[in-house]
């Protein structure tokens, strides 16, 4: 198998792994082995691209906000489990990274007077969100930050290339990765000091989401399974409004920007319904917009909503959401005069690898920042537009501590990691395998069993299903290509989610439970790991 060693190695080109990239190559000097960057699609594919709404951003100069009205609004749309000094770190610190974005080439909208333009969101006390190309945040983020990192002759990229095992020895230490090039089909062992997971989130787990294809789990997998400790999986967070037409591997969304400019949800006979559920209407927390909808829906035995923008005006909605308006005409709906049929898809994992701001987690060497981890910041539910601002604050964090690291990679490969190189060097006879079947399969159970709405039957249920489902996937390690590994990979998401979520015997958040309706005052963050082999809650 080959063999390579670099000081750093980024795992996933969205906006976290792509910002991390750019300003650990601007910061550090102890980079002599290099920084590679791996990613399992084309660069830059990735749930950041598709990002609509905006980031956050709280500027020194806006008299109208403040960071602790972004801190109280964070916390109050978390549900009580968001860690106050993550929440102010993060906040305190989206004035500088607008600007390093900024200087990074990302173009945000402006006014007519070359201001910065802000929005409003869902649960946000002020127009705090920037916004880029109307509603194509991510992409004009992505766009900028791919083409440094493209033109950056220190970065080396491998694309179409999956991580598929980390390298943790038993001192709980990373030093490296294998990878699978789907092309060739070949595996690499890479050893590195550092190992930054920035695979983003777990939508595609789900029958119904907002997420591309890309977004299978493979980080909280992979960390999992090296050892480190999970936090709050069970909040998945549901978007209200995905636009309910399938269109392939993915629903489209229909940002909450477009409530945040005046939209409002309707039922078949144009009636208003949001008054009915809480004092914000369409701006409430986004978890109860989502429940809203799917009441709505369960009581008309519909299968959508509508969202009612004709009151925004063509003009505003052509400027403000060219994107959404195009592929809504592409499925003949004219947004400035017809009703958007919408409904509930899995957009979000709150959950993920714990870490600190830093990406720091449980296990020495390996990081995590963006989507994946969990910082504590978004709590039981995420309120609108704070991931992005995470993404880079975080991914600039970890640049900040790696700078500080003597970041020398061995020549030679530790003797006790061999045993897991060696599995993947074993020649294999393997039969080819339905996956395109078996993930909708699986999507099915977990939209059932562990979705919008959840009890113990239904997740132990699902449960089951999934063992079953287990027994059609014949692979332990080594797999065909990468649409398997990430099967894979979505199995142990999938139980990891169930698990957790019926351990919190409670409702909050995004995590709802029929069973157990009430919230617990005193419960705090799920912690899971995996102890020879078993899954068991450590706190
Ligand atoms: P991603 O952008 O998802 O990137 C993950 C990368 O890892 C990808 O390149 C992927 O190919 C790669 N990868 C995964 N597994 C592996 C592996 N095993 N090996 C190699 N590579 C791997 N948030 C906001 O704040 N504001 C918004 O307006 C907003 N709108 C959104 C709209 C949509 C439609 C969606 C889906 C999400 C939206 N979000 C929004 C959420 C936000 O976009 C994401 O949380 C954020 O972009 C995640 O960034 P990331 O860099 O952590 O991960
Ligand atoms: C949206 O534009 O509605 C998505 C915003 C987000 O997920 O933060």
């Not at 898809?345 to 690898?353: N, R």
């Not at 080594?478 to 990430?486: D, G, I, R, S």
Request: aromatic letters at 8%; one cysteine or more.
């Amino acid at each position: 198998m080959k063999y390579s060693k670099y000081s750093v190695v980024i795992i996933g080109s969205g906006i976290a792994g792509l910002y991390a990239a750019l300003k650990i190559e601007q910061q550090s000097s102890n980079l002599q082995d290099g920084i590679l960057l791996i990613t399992k699609a084309k660069l830059g594919e990735s749930n950041s691209r598709y990002a609509q709404g905006g980031m956050v951003a709280v500027m020194k100069d806006n008299k109208a906000d403040s960071t602790e009205s972004h801190i109280s609004d964070t916390i109050k749309a978390g549900a009580g489990l968001s860690e106050f000094n993550t929440v102010k770190f993060i906040s305190e610190q989206s004035d500088s990274v607008v600007k390093d974005l900024l200087e990074f080439g990302v173009e945000f909208d402006r006014d007519e007077n070359n201001e910065l333009c802000f929005t409003r969101e869902a649960a946000h006390s002020v127009r705090r969100i920037l916004h880029a190309g109307g509603d194509a945040t991510g992409k004009m983020i992505e766009k900028a930050l791919t083409k440094d990192v493209s033109e950056n002759e220190n970065i080396e990229v491998y694309e179409q290339t999956a991580a598929v095992e980390l390298l943790v020895n038993a001192d709980k230490e990373c030093k490296g990765v294998v990878v699978f090039n789907d092309l060739t089909k070949e595996y690499e062992t890479i050893y590195s000091s550092a190992v930054i997971l920035a695979t983003g989130g777990l939508g595609q787990l789900y029958k119904y989401t907002t997420n591309p294809a890309v977004a299978t789990g493979d980080g909280v997998a992979l960390a999992y399974n090296a050892g480190a400790i999970m936090q709050d999986l069970e909040f998945v967070q549901f978007h209200p409004t995905a636009l309910a037409i399938d269109g392939g591997e993915n629903r489209f969304l229909i940002s909450e920007a477009v409530r945040g400019e005046g939209a409002k949800l309707v039922d078949a006979d144009g009636i208003e319904f949001m008054h009915k559920y809480h004092e914000n209407k369409e701006l409430a927390p986004r978890d109860v917009v989502t429940r809203s909808n799917y009441n709505e829906m369960k009581e008309n035995n519909a299968d959508f909503v509508y969202l009612n923008a004709t009151c925004i005006g063509k003009e505003k909605l052509a400027e403000r959401f060219p994107n959404i308006s195009r592929i809504c005409l592409e499925n003949n709906i004219d947004i400035s005069k017809d009703f958007i049929p919408v409904a509930p898809a899995a957009h979000y994992s709150m959950g993920g690898v714990k870490t600190n701001v830093e990406g720091q987690t449980s296990i020495n060497g390996l990081y995590a920042i963006g989507e994946v981890a969990s910082t504590g910041l978004h709590g039981g539910n995420r309120l609108a537009s704070n991931s992005l601002l995470e993404c880079v604050v975080c991914a600039y964090e970890v640049a900040n501590f790696l700078k500080n690291k003597e970041l020398k990679t061995p020549k030679q490969i530790d003797e006790d990691l061999k045993a897991i190189v060696d599995k993947y060097s074993k020649e294999l006879l393997m039969e080819e395998l339905d996956i395109e079947s078996l993930k909708k399969e699986l999507q099915e159970i977990m939209w059932k069993g562990a979705g919008i709405l959840r009890d113990e039957k239904s997740l132990m249920t699902a449960l089951e299903e999934i063992q079953q489902l287990s027994k059609k996937f014949p692979r332990s390690v080594k797999c065909l290509n990468k649409e398997e590994y990430e099967f894979k990979n979505m199995l142990t998401v999938s139980k990891l989610i169930i698990q957790s979520a019926l351990q919190r015997k409670e409702s909050r958040g995004a995590h709802y439970r029929l069973d157990y309706l009430n919230t617990n005052e005193e419960s705090k963050h799920s912690l899971l790991t995996k102890e020879e082999g078993e899954l068991s809650f450590v706190k």
